[in-house]
């Protein structure tokens, strides 16, 4: 939820926040007019009950007397009615306008606008026309996409053989990585509360894009308030919710997780785009980092949760680049935003792969996440960052082509040789002899 004190800088967003935030101040101004209004009404009606106390209650003057405190006591019950309707107003509009941009975050509407920091690794050198992913995961028998279609619609894939072992050995490097440096690890359940969602920024705004489960059998949707249950899209909510509804005690923080979990997506807004291959699935595999941090910390905290999802993509030899998000292309929820995109040889071009957000106290304020500084202080709002280390999926599309050799066999990366029991290639499958 967006501090209101930094309704200003919101504004860097765009023209099209313009109307959300102007309308939040209206019901503001309504309410801290009707906030002033009451106090005056409450006075009133205390020196009233003083005047009555001196007032002989068979006179005349008691009578009068009375009947003004009897008036005040309603127009004070009204305006607490109105005072509430005014606060719900307020926070639901709070709920839907996008975070603050960082200073730091270059301006700009879209994508072309981002600002490149610096590239690692050079493009591999490869001495024939590459192939897509799609075609050499065919070809290798490890990606089925007809299987996956008929098992549950487009845009999902049954991985067969390397191409399972590949996942899971990328899984289980990440882990392994991040819970060397310091990062704890939590395996989250795939299936989310709405006030999960709405703890983290996807709810309300973007319930198009999330998979609801029905109600049980026989139940309305009326009468499930521990069913309303949703796919997760990423286990940033589940993590990030660990802490809901709690206070960090001094000397408690910084906080670390990560996490690897299955995520779903309906991605009601991408029709036609990347439809083919593994780019953008319903259903998808992600190591997760989150982290809770002091305020004051929390922009050295985003350099550090960039440089492990980095270390990823250098362990495995990946060539990439560090991408800062402009204004109009970063997420509602993010203050700044770093994204690692990886090289594709077959497009020609770099990939998202990770994005590394500060979300800043816009989380912590939904969520009600907060700490002390210090024994006694009182609770302040925590700085939440979360970071993709990595997209399992897209990192097997980058190893893929990345990797390639000109008989359509793929070189495993030397970092995950000692996950697949020192496997060094995967092959095409041979035809039978005739």
């Given at each position: 939820m967006l501090n209101p004190e930094r309704?200003?800088?919101?504004?860097?967003?765009?023209?099209?926040?313009?109307?959300?935030?102007?309308?939040?101040?209206?019901?503001d101004e309504r309410r801290r007019r009707l906030q002033g209004e009451l106090d005056d009404l409450r006075r009133s009606r205390n020196a009233a009950n003083d005047r009555m106390a001196k007032l002989d209650k068979k006179s005349s003057e008691f009578t009068v007397a009375r009947d003004e405190?009897?008036?005040l006591s309603t127009r004070i019950k009204e305006g607490e009615v109105e005072q509430t309707r005014l606060e719900t107003e307020s926070q639901d509009l709070l709920l839907v306008l996008p975070n603050a941009p960082h200073a730091s975050v270059p301006g700009g509407a879209s994508g072309d606008d981002n600002r490149v920091e610096r590239t690692w690794g050079t493009k591999p050198a490869l001495a024939f026309a590459p192939k897509d992913h799609h075609d050499l995961g065919v070809g290798l028998g490890i990606l089925?996409?007809?299987?996956g279609v008929a098992l549950s619609g487009a845009r999902f894939t049954v991985l067969r053989g390397w191409g399972a072992r590949l996942t899971?050995?990328?899984?289980?490097?990440?882990?392994?990585?991040?819970?060397?440096?310091?990062?704890?690890?939590?395996?989250?359940?795939?299936?989310?509360?709405r006030s999960?969602?709405?703890?983290?920024?996807?709810?309300?705004?973007?319930?198009?894009?999330l998979f609801r489960l029905a109600p049980h059998a026989g139940q309305s949707e009326d009468h499930q308030p521990d069913n309303d249950l949703f796919l997760s899209p990423t286990a940033e909510v589940q993590v990030t919710n660990l802490h809901a509804d709690q206070i960090f005690e001094p000397g408690t923080l910084p906080r670390w997780y990560c996490a690897y979990a299955p995520c779903f997506r309906a991605e009601a807004g991408s029709a036609g785009k990347d439809t083919r291959g593994l780019i953008r699935q319903h259903q998808f595999d992600k190591v997760e980092l989150v982290k809770f941090v002091a305020p004051e910390t929390s922009y050295d905290e985003l350099e550090t949760l960039r440089d492990a999802a980095e270390r990823v993509l250098q362990g495995l030899d990946l060539h990439y680049r560090v991408v800062t998000l402009c204004t109009g292309d970063m997420s509602a929820t993010s203050a700044k935003t770093y994204d690692l995109e990886v090289w594709l040889p077959?497009?020609?071009?770099?990939?998202?792969?990770?994005?590394c957000s500060n979300f800043e106290d816009y989380q912590a304020r939904r969520a009600k996440i907060r700490y002390r500084p210090a024994a006694g202080d009182k609770p302040r709002p925590v700085h939440t960052l979360n970071g993709s280390g990595l997209a399992v999926g897209r990192t097997l599309v980058a190893i893929l082509e990345q990797y390639q050799q000109a008989d359509g066999s793929v070189v495993i990366p030397p970092a995950l040789r000692p996950y697949v029991g020192g496997a060094e290639r995967i092959s095409p499958p041979q035809n039978p002899a005739g």
């Open positions: 309704m200003d800088d919101v504004a860097r967003r765009g023209d099209h926040v313009k109307p959300a935030v102007d309308a939040w101040r209206a019901v405190l009897k008036a089925d996409f007809e299987a899971r050995a990328l899984i289980n490097y990440m882990i392994d990585l991040h819970t060397g440096a310091g990062y704890d690890e939590v395996w989250p359940p795939a299936m989310v509360r999960a969602l709405r703890g983290t920024g996807q709810l309300p705004k973007f319930e198009v894009d077959a497009q020609d071009a770099f990939r998202e792969i990770s994005s």
